[in-house]
T-cell receptor
């Protein structure tokens, strides 16, 4: 079975500063990894995903994440954040194919002007 | 393209009452999911449908929760009777594939059980 741990429940940063949201996973099989974003009063939206191939994955809104198999991590990064990035971010993992998607607890990103 | 529609947006009930949530997925999406998101936690899968068949309901509390997807399109999730611990946001999602590569989520139904 897969599991996900998001190491920070809240991350406050200043506008235009870089940010990293940390995610570690546990799995005994090959995995697919995802980051979803939930803006206030909206549903979750896929930010980016790793299925195979290049370990550096680029997503929407300038975000990127790096799959590190040896450290079982999939940290999300953005070099310069904007007020509009204020949201809850969820890391998720599933086994290959149609296996269940398991979400982490979420990290609330707050951008201060 | 219309997104995943859910209703109602909010629901307040007393414990032991029953409640139902409705979801209409994106047109053509064969896979439909119901997730429960308790405050401060990530979404937890309750049930997954492929067309109108159940793929995974291992985490659905079947003594009180039921779900159906008639004709492989929209779906209803029911709780009867509700408990205090059922207070959560119930999210519906759909996908055009049989894998989890990309899910489209609705805005959810926020349930408060008093």
């Amino acid at each position: 079975a897969q599991s996900v741990t998001q190491l920070d429940s809240q991350v406050p940063v200043f506008e235009e500063a870089p940010v990293e949201l940390r995610c570690n996973y546990s799995s005994s099989v090959s995995v697919y990894l995802f980051w979803y974003v939930q803006y206030p009063n909206q549903g979750l939206q896929l930010l980016l995903k790793y299925l195979s191939g290049s370990t550096l994955v680029k997503g929407i809104n300038g975000f990127e994440a790096e799959f590190n198999k040896s450290q079982t991590s999939f940290h999300l990064r953005k070099p310069s954040v904007h007020i509009s990035d204020t949201a809850e971010y969820f890391c998720a993992v599933s086994g290959e194919g149609a296996q269940k998607l398991v979400f982490g607890q979420g990290t609330r990103l707050t951008i201060n002007p | 393209e219309a997104g995943v529609a859910q209703s109602p947006r909010y629901k307040i009930i007393e414990k032991r009452q029953s409640v139902a949530f409705w979801c209409n997925p994106i047109s053509g999406h064969a896979t439909l999911y119901w997730y429960q998101q308790i405050l401060g936690q990530g979404p937890k899968l309750l049930i997954q449908f492929q067309n109108n068949g159940v793929v995974d309901d291992s985490q659905l509390p079947k003594d009180r929760f039921s779900a159906e997807r008639l004709k492989g399109v929209d779906s209803t999730l029911k709780i009867q009777p509700a408990k205090l611990e059922d207070s959560a946001v119930y999210l519906c999602a759909s996908s055009s594939t049989t894998t989890n590569e990309k899910l489209f989520f609705g805005s959810g139904t926020q349930l408060s059980v008093l």
